[in-house]
């Protein structure tokens, strides 16, 4: 048995594919629902009829279960659970640092995974919380390590997860993300980060992705432990993450908590149910909150709701509209739109990684200014060939005596007549221009001026915006248009 990872489409770092693991195959972004086999309060069997491809369960409960141990070792996990999908098994790891009483030595855990038919077997990793120093998290990671290439040695590469540690520290989580790569594991959960979701500290866990994601292959498919609210999702996928586990949907169902794609309520705070699954239409708010099986139905309702913005997230990722969901479900709360906001601190880096075309380039407000689809358009501009006098209109009319004249399309700035039915210029849909993206089209100005040191540049501006364009374009001449 082996796992493989085949991408099918990008959209930023965000990938759609085939997670291929033995004989069976699931479609990725995927979301693997955590199952307790002592509480299941949806059993495997519904999650498979609901479209559930992988689940993920805890090996360690089941080798301390008197109920499920000896069942699990004599006829396999998939028997015991019932679902025929793919299984992952998590190794204890955190049992052991929230509870620190977990005496299960690597070497047994990774050989009771096997034992018990797991087919994603996770090492004794130790999770480093973010508040842990650099010296805690590098001998941690050092530790983690170690276990993982005992695993190696005990099954082999092929079934086996990587966790990327290295706490809060982003040069710690490339140098996690590179070792676990150079092992051959080609399944890299980026572990630990519970804790920053819990405190909503998203701007933390863009750094710590992004640095795991430069260490790892591009052909490693990446896991984020923990991460089970359908409104971070897009945010999560959008970095390069390509599968999740969460018990969210129960915990919160216990707590009495109503999940959606932009947040989560009490039950007590809801006059309407604003989703279409059968929960939702077979009950009002009230006749929920007062039905004595709400726990399961609460969670019926979270899992099909999480497994509906999974799907949404692969949907965007082939329409080439990841940006915009990212906008709409980071604007839900403070913290996320802090997230997004770093995310797009890295869109140099992302670039690369984006796809060439797209069916359109949605503006939003400043933050469109900083997207992958502007940065890879101005670096195209170095490979225009200028004449030694290039006009730059903002206005669509020429002048005489210029050897080039470019049309002017903020925020990604000047573009030749022929380029005005392609990507992105010909599918920009944008309101009325505003000074954000009007300067950042006058950046894009700057740096095809910088790439053609051998032409002279004039700007053709309406007044509206000439002073605006002495201010940002020095040295350029800038004509004021007629009113």
């Known amino acids: 048995m082996s796992i493989r990872f085949e991408v099918k489409e990008k959209d930023i770092a965000g990938r759609t594919g085939h997670l291929k693991v033995g004989q069976k195959t699931v479609t990725t972004p995927v979301l693997l629902p955590v199952v307790n086999p002592h509480l299941p309060l949806v059993t495997p069997r519904e999650m498979q009829d609901m479209g559930v491809q992988a689940l993920i369960t805890n090996a360690y409960i089941f080798r301390t279960s008197d109920r499920f141990r000896d069942i699990a070792a004599r006829d396999g996990l998939h028997r015991v659970l019932d679902f025929d999908g793919v299984i992952m ?101 980026i572990g630990a980060v519970v804790p ?56 919160f169902a216990k ?4 999940l959606t794609p932009w947040g989560s309520w009490h039950l007590e705070e809801l006059s309407e149910l604003p989703c279409p699954c059968r929960v939702c239409r077979d009950h009002t708010a009230k006749e929920l909150r007062e039905d004595p099986g709400r726990e399961r139905l609460l969670a019926l309702h979270n899992l099909r709701v999480t497994l509906a913005e999974i799907a949404r997230v692969r949907q965007a990722i082939q329409d080439g509209v990841l940006w915009e969901l990212v906008d709409d479900r ?52 170095a490979n225009l060939t200028l004449g030694p006098e290039v006009l730059i209109t903002l206005t669509g009319e020429g002048l005489p005596g210029f050897s080039d004249t470019l049309l002017f399309r903020p925020p990604f700035g000047p573009y030749p007549r022929e380029l005005s039915e392609t990507f992105p210029i010909g599918q920009t849909e944008i309101p ?22 051998e032409s002279r540049f004039t700007v053709l501006s309406p007044s509206k915006w000439s002073v605006l364009a002495r201010e940002l374009l020095p040295g350029i001449e800038v004509i004021d248009a007629p009113d």
């Open 89 to 189: 098994t998590d190794s204890g790891a955190f049992q052991q640092s929230v509870y620190g009483d977990v005496t299960l030595t690597n070497r047994e855990t990774v050989e009771f995974q096997g034992v018990i038919g797991s087919e994603i077997l996770v090492p004794m990793d130790i999770p480093t919380p973010p508040s842990a120093s650099r010296e805690t998290a590098a001998h941690e990671l050092e530790e983690t390590m170690r276990r993982i290439r005992e695993a190696v040695e005990i099954v082999g590469p092929e079934r086996l997860a990587g966790p990327v540690q290295g706490g809060r520290f982003p040069d710690l989580r490339e140098e996690a993300g590179a070792a676990v790569s150079g092992t051959g594991i080609t399944f890299a959960p």
């Open 196 to 251: 920053l979701m819990e405190q909503y500290r998203y701007r933390d866990l863009v750094r710590v992705v992004l640095a795991a994601k430069r260490g790892l292959s591009p052909s490693a498919c990446v896991h984020l432990f923990g991460a089970g609210h359908p409104s971070m999702f897009a945010l999560a996928v959008a970095m390069g993450c390509d599968a999740f586990d969460s018990a969210a949907y129960a915990l």
């Open 255 to 258: 707590d009495g908590r109503y």
């Open 330 to 381: 980071c604007r839900s709360h403070p913290r996320l739109l802090e997230g997004y906001r770093e995310l797009l601190g890295y869109t140099e880096t992302l670039a690369p990684q984006d796809r060439a075309t797209k069916r359109r380039f949605f503006y939003r407000g400043n933050e469109s200014c900083r997207r992958t689809e502007v940065i890879r358009y101005r670096e195209q501009l």
């Open 432 to 453: 009325t221009w505003d000074q954000a993206m009007v300067s950042a089209g006058f950046e894009g100005v700057g740096r095809l001026a910088g790439t053609h040191p």
